[in-house]
């Protein structure tokens, strides 16, 4: 029969709160410890359903169902479990168990509309973020519950942010797992896994750290570092960075030049057309970037709010190479003229540089607000099937970053504490005046 080490028996005793979460290493016995929980949930009299959610059915059996139906462990309660991979609901307990995947945003539909007593969630950070929404709105009974196992992912991912740092205002319950709170894992096997794992791999799967992807293109980023609640008065506005995508994410910063020496991204707007109620085409985006979210800035030190694109001499608008439809209408109907970044080959690689030099001497910061931001520099990493290039994925952020340092270096290199006079120029800084003709029009056609 089950024997359960202390860390285990700690977990029973304790997970009874609404949420529930098991995070840690690999084969360290937190999978137990919350069948456990979800088991004797189901020996009780319940009002509402009872949800199992995994990445895929496959994962469910492996590691929700089949555990339970060991009679080693559970005896004659191992009976009682049924489920056949694949099936939209197995059984514990006599109680219908609900089976979801959670591979897509789509998923999260499938939960719509049912009432949930007892939820177990198998590896947290595989699913998705619209899922455990979804499932935390389910949980509308006073005897609702959630149990949830997972290995750390980085320190940036959802599951840390929604529901492991914020335990005591969410009536959580978290508890760190780690390989030797396994009881019956060898100490041989122990050892054999710390030596056969290395970097973000041994960190999370071995070590139970929530650490940044092997491969971390900014690894010199630092919250504690690079991360400020408040910005010293702006000496000048350098650039907005815009990275935009007609069917993905739109992410735009504001990057000023600080009375201290140093570049800050104060300000950050995002928009997703594949998330968000609003239809916006280049037209109403550039409306909003310039009316909207520049006007409604507060200005650091100044005590009032509201920065002035319109012909504004000093501030560049820097977008991809491809956002030509944004850039013309950031042209025609807002008077702003706007830039596009350089796309020729290691142009790339070049301006993360650039920016990385800028981090590793602590000149440029990102204030708190900018949350989209820091959390994608956190995950944005290299490609590992390709060349020196960036994955896409968390790329918004860091790729508008990017446009607005490295299109505008020769404002701000003579403005910081100690310049970068060492870091190549981007082929295409040449001064904002000489770019003027470019979109050259009269005066009249640039009003809305």
């Not at 319940?46 to 492996?62: D, F, M």
């Not at 030049?257 to 550039?286: F, K, N």
């Not at 820097?318 to 830039?339: C, E, F, Q, Y």
């Amino acid at each position: 029969m089950l024997e359960l080490s202390p860390a285990q028996a700690k977990f029973v005793v304790k997970a009874t709160k609404r949420y529930n979460a098991a995070p840690g290493a690999v084969r360290s016995g937190k999978t137990i410890a919350a069948s456990v929980c979800f088991a004797e949930k189901c020996t009780q009299q319940l009002a509402g359903e009872v949800v199992a959610i995994a990445r895929n059915p496959v994962s469910a059996y492996l590691n929700i169902f089949a555990p339970l139906m060991r009679a080693d462990l559970f005896g004659s309660f191992a009976g009682t479990v049924s489920y056949t991979p694949g099936a939209r609901f197995g059984k514990v307990c006599g109680k219908r168990v609900w089976v979801f995947g959670s591979s897509d945003i789509r998923s999260a539909d499938r939960l719509k509309g049912l009432t949930a007593s007892a939820i177990i969630v198998d590896e947290l950070t595989t699913i998705d973020k619209m899922m455990f929404e979804q499932a935390m709105l389910r949980m509308s009974l006073p005897e609702s519950q959630l149990w949830a196992t997972t290995n750390p992912a980085g320190p940036s991912h959802w599951a840390k942010l929604t529901l492991i740092d914020r335990a005591a205002e969410l009536d959580a319950y978290v508890q760190d797992f780690q390989l030797t709170d396994n009881p019956v894992l060898p100490d041989d096997i122990i050892a054999a896994y710390h030596r056969e794992h290395s970097g973000s791999d041994y960190e999370r799967n071995i070590l139970g750290r929530w650490a940044n992807a092997e491969g971390c293109v900014y690894r010199m980023f630092s919250r504690e570092r690079h991360v400020v609640d408040i910005v010293p008065a702006v000496k000048r506005w350098i650039a907005v960075g815009i990275d935009w995508g007609l069917s993905d994410a739109t992410h735009a910063l504001l990057i000023g030049a600080g009375s201290d020496g140093r570049l800050y991204v104060v300000a950050e707007w995002v928009y997703d057309g594949l998330v968000s109620s609003r239809d916006l085409d280049s037209r109403a985006i550039a409306a909003e970037l310039v009316d909207d979210w520049l006007m409604g800035i507060p200005v650091p030190g100044a005590g009032f709010r509201g920065i002035s694109a319109r012909y504004n001499t000093e501030l560049m608008f820097v977008t991809g190479h491809d956002a030509k439809g944004l850039r013309n209408s950031l042209r025609t109907n807002m008077g702003i003229m706007a830039h596009a970044a350089d796309s020729s080959h290691g142009s790339a690689r070049t301006g993360i540089d650039t920016v990385s030099k800028l981090f590793n001497t602590d000149q440029l910061m990102v204030h708190s607000s900018c949350r989209q931001l820091i959390s994608d520099l956190e995950q944005y990493a290299w490609d590992p099937h390709g060349q020196d290039v960036p994955a896409h994925a968390h790329s918004h952020g860091p790729d508008a970053l990017r446009y607005g340092i490295t299109r505008t270096r020769q404002h701000w290199d003579r403005l910081l504490a100690v310049p970068l006079l060492s870091a190549p120029m981007p082929p295409d800084s040449q001064p904002y005046e000489a770019t003027f003709s470019e979109y050259a029009m009269p005066l009249g056609s640039w009003r809305r």
